[in-house]
């Protein structure tokens, strides 16, 4: 079963930082691109990252750019956000996706994790 | 940044009735060289992931059911569900993934 499960989120105060993980099962994960979307509470969905299948290219949004950084573990099927200098606008459920097809990373997003909670708040 | 519109933000349906959502981008999400539009719609229900109906503009999903469906090309585009059931009660979101940073739309609330 094709599965992503995202974990490391919780509460922390502004200007700290905090790694996120997703593991991934039931696909060849270093085939596919893979992303970090957003999405703050009540709001509609935010892109955050990309890594291509190898992480040799990887692309971020304005607002995270120079404060997060995307990685990824193909040998533990595994891939990695880490945000630094959170701000409260970063409050969010955080999710990986993974893209439906294995030319580049600009393809649709096939599967979601479940997500994880990060908050913000001194 | 290609900017997502979409409309209208809610609409209330009854059971059975054709459903219509329209996404437009401020700048052409076709890709001439495959003649592919680079447009996803998701559907989105409280507490869950968004998931995925339609890609490329007109492909559905497998295991979608069959009411869904996507058309349009270029930058104006349109989401149709040919007969509302009680389980399409969600938040519908338009996607490009045209090129960075991918933006979505605003989002369209179908309730019953």
């Known amino acids: 079963q094709v599965q992503l499960v995202e974990s490391g989120g919780g509460v922390v105060q502004p200007g700290r930082s905090l790694r996120l993980s997703c593991a991934a099962s039931g696909f060849t994960f270093s085939t596919y691109g893979m992303h970090w979307v957003r999405q703050a509470p009540g709001k509609g969905p935010e892109w955050v990252a990309v890594t291509s299948n190898d992480g040799r290219n990887k692309e971020y949004a304005d607002s995270v750019k120079g404060r997060f950084t995307i990685s990824r573990d193909n040998s533990k099927n595994t891939l990695y956000l880490q945000m630094s200098s959170l701000r409260p606008e970063d409050t969010a459920v955080y999710y990986c996706a993974k893209v439906s097809g294995i030319e580049s990373y600009m393809y649709a997003f096939d599967i979601w994790g479940q997500g994880t909670r990060v908050t913000v708040s001194s | 940044d290609i900017v997502m519109t979409q409309s209208p933000d809610s609409l209330a349906v009854s059971l059975g009735e054709r459903t219509t959502i329209n996404c437009r981008s401020s700048?052409?999400?076709?890709?001439?060289?495959?003649?592919?539009?680079?447009l996803a719609w998701y559907q989105q229900k409280p507490g869950q992931p968004p998931k995925v109906l339609i890609y490329w503009a007109s492909t559905r999903e497998s295991g979608v059911p069959d009411r869904f469906s996507g058309s349009g090309s270029g930058t104006d585009f349109t989401l149709t569900i040919s007969s509302l059931q009680a389980e399409d009660v969600a938040v519908y979101y338009c996607q490009q993934y045209y090129s960075t940073p991918l933006t979505f739309g605003g989002g369209t609330k179908v309730e019953i």
């Open positions: 700048q052409s999400v076709l890709y001439n060289p495959n003649n592919k539009n680079y």
